[in-house]
C-alpha cells in the first residue's frame, strides 16, 4: 500500500465535537431553568417574573454560538494529541466566562422583560460542568482506544541523541498520546543501525523518503541539532511532499525537555529553562514517607504470605528459603536484595552458560522455560511472590514500592553512558517497565521507561503505576 492510496482513520467527524458542545449548551440552560424557576434555589421568584423555558430558547442559542467562536479561537476543535489537560481547562473557562460577560452586557442593553441573570450565572455552571466532564470522558476513550492501536500514528524520529530518546521514551510511556514508534534514523552508523529494543534502527537520515513510504509513517518528529539546518529543512520538504505531519524539537543544549517551557509572545515562540528537578530532596521525603506507611498498612496481608511461601520452599526439598542477590541502587549503591528462592541451589553457577546458550541479552537476561526453576518456584515467579521480601529492603532505605528495575553489577558494568541515568533514584519493586510488559521489555526500552519516569515522577504517576500493577501480577503478564 503506498502513500497515495492510503487512507487515514477518522476517528472522530470534526463536527461531532462542536455538535456535542452546542447539546449540551442546552442541557445546561433546562438544568438552570430547572435551578431557578421550579427549585427556585438562592432566591424565589416572583409570581409576575415566571417564564416558560421556551423564552430561553434564543439565549441558548446565541450562548452556543458564542461559545462555538470562543473554543474554535482558543484551539479547542483542532485535534492536539500533545495538549495537556491544564491548557484544555483553561479554553473551556475562558470560553464559558467571556460568553457570559457578552450575555450580561446585551441584557442590560436590551433590558428584555423575560430574563434573569441569576440563571446566566447557573447556565454557566452548568455548561462548564457538563464541557468538563464530556472532555474528560473523551480524553479516558481516546486513550482506551489508542493503547489498543485504534487512532494512532506510525512515527518515525530522525535523530536519536538525548533529545531523540526524551521523544522515543514519551512515546513508549505514554500510549494514551497515540503515536507507534516504529523506527528511528541517524547518521551514526552506531546508533542508525542498531535497534532499540523494539523500535527499530532504520539507518541514516537521506533514507526518510524511502522510510515514509515503506513503513506507512504518518507523523516524522526531528530532533537534530539547529546547526543541520540545511538537511532539516530538506526533511520537512519530503515530509510535506508526503503528507506526513512533522514535528521539530529544539535541541536546546542536550537539555532535559522537562526543564524546558514554551511561551509565546505575539507569535513568537520562547524556550524558557526553568530548572525544575521531579526528584528533588523534598519530594524524596515524600515518597520515602508513603513508601514505608503503604508497606505497613499492609504489613496484615504480606507478612502472612511470608510465613507460607517460606514454608513451602522449605517443604520442597533442601537449600535456604531466602536468596540474597547483589543489586546496584540509588547512584550506583550496591545492596543485598531479599528474594525468596526459586531456584535450585547452585543456580547462579549455571546463569553464564544459560544466557549463552539462550542468546539472550547479558544486560536483561530473561530465559523462559529456565531448567533451574523448582516447582514452588515456578508457581511464585508467575504470581510474583518470590518479590514480597523485596518490601524488607523498602523498609531499609535501599528499594521504593515504583522505580527502576534494580539491575546486577555485571548488567551495569555493560551499560552505556545514557543507560547509568536509571540510577539516579532507588530502584523499585515495580515501575513503567513492569505494567509496561514486564520481562517482555527489551533493555533498551525498559531504560527509556525507567528514565521517563525519573524526568516525569510525581506521586500521581506512583499511584497509576501501583493500580496497574495490580492487574498485571494477577493475569500474570509477562512473569516468568
Known amino acids: 500500500m503506498t502513500r497515495s ?7 472522530e467527524p470534526l463536527w461531532l465535537l462542536p455538535v456535542l458542545d452546542a447539546g449540551l449548551v442546552f442541557v445546561a440552560y433546562l438544568l438552570a431553568y430547572i435551578t431557578r424557576y421550579q427549585l427556585q434555589i438562592l432566591r424565589p421568584v416572583g409570581e409576575f417574573f415566571s417564564a416558560p423555558f421556551s423564552e430561553y430558547i434564543p439565549y441558548a442559542f446565541v450562548f452556543a454560538v458564542m461559545l462555538y467562536f470562543a473554543y474554535r479561537g482558543s484551539g479547542l476543535y483542532v485535534a492536539v494529541r500533545t495538549r495537556g489537560w491544564s491548557e484544555e481547562l483553561y479554553g473551556l473557562i475562558s470560553g464559558v466566562a467571556g460568553a457570559t460577560m457578552v450575555l450580561f452586557a446585551v441584557s442590560f442593553v436590551l433590558q428584555p422583560l423575560v430574563f434573569s441573570r441569576l440563571m446566566l450565572i447557573y447556565v454557566a455552571v452548568f455548561t462548564l460542568i457538563l464541557h468538563v466532564f464530556a472532555r474528560l470522558i473523551r480524553r479516558l476513550v481516546y486513550a482506551r482506544m489508542r493503547a489498543r492501536g485504534i487512532g494512532v500514528q506510525r512515527a518515525v524520529v530522525v535523530g536519536v541523541g538525548d533529545t531523540g530518546r526524551s521523544v522515543l521514551r514519551l512515546m513508549i510511556a505514554r500510549k494514551e498520546l497515540g503515536y507507534i514508534p516504529v523506527g528511528y534514523l541517524d547518521d551514526d552508523p552506531a546508533r542508525g543501525n ?3 529494543g523494539r523500535v527499530r534502527g532504520l539507518g541514516s537520515t537521506s533514507n526518510l523518503a524511502e522510510i515514509i513510504h515503506q513503513y506507512e509513517v ?3 518528529v526531528i530532533t537534530l541539532p539547529w546547526s543541520h539546518h540545511d538537511k532539516i529543512v530538506k526533511m520537512v520538504d519530503d515530509c510535506q511532499a508526503a503528507g506526513v505531519e512533522v514535528s521539530i524539537v529544539p535541541d536546546v543544549f542536550q537539555l532535559s525537555l522537562q526543564q524546558v517551557q514554551i511561551e509565546n509572545i505575539d507569535g513568537i515562540p520562547l524556550l524558557r529553562v526553568n530548572g525544575q528537578v521531579p526528584f528533588k530532596a523534598s519530594n524524596r521525603l515524600v515518597k520515602r ?4 506507611v503503604l508497606v505497613m498498612l499492609a504489613a496484615p496481608l504480606w507478612l502472612p504470605l511470608l510465613g507460607i511461601v517460606a514454608a513451602a520452599i522449605r517443604m520442597e526439598g533442601p537449600g535456604p528459603i531466602f536468596y540474597r542477590a547483589k543489586r546496584v541502587g540509588e547512584n550506583g549503591r550496591v545492596f543485598d536484595m531479599l528474594k525468596f528462592r526459586s531456584m535450585v541451589p547452585n543456580a547462579d553457577a549455571m546463569h553464564a552458560d544459560l544466557v549463552k546458550a539462550h542468546e539472550q541479552d547479558p544486560r536483561h537476561p530473561k530465559i523462559k522455560d529456565d531448567p533451574r526453576v523448582t516447582s514452588v518456584g515456578r508457581f511464585i515467579r508467575s504470581t510474583s511472590l518470590d518479590e514480597l521480601p523485596n518490601l524488607l529492603n523498602v523498609l531499609m532505605g535501599q528499594m521504593s514500592l515504583v ?4 539491575p546486577t553489577p555485571d548488567e551495569v558494568s555493560l551499560y552505556a553512558p545514557w543507560h547509568r541515568q536509571r540510577l539516579q533514584v532507588k530502584p523499585g519493586m515495580t515501575g513503567l517497565w513492569q505494567v509496561s510488559g ?38 500474570r503478564q509477562g512473569a516468568y
Not at 438 to 450: A, G, I, K
Not at 453 to 471: H, Q
Request: with cysteine.
Open 5 to 11: 492510496t492510503r487512507k487515514p482513520t477518522q476517528v
Open 218 to 220: 504518518d507523523a516524522v
Open 194 to 196: 542498531v535497534d532499540l
Open 403 to 406: 522505580g527502576p528495575r534494580p
Open 289 to 292: 514517607a508513603v513508601d514505608i
Open 438 to 475: 514486564r520481562s517482555d521489555v527489551p533493555f533498551d526500552e525498559m531504560c527509556l521507561l525507567d528514565i521517563y519516569y525519573i524526568e516525569n515522577w510525581s506521586m500521581g504517576l506512583d499511584a497509576r503505576i501501583l493500580m496497574m500493577t495490580i492487574p498485571r501480577v494477577l493475569l
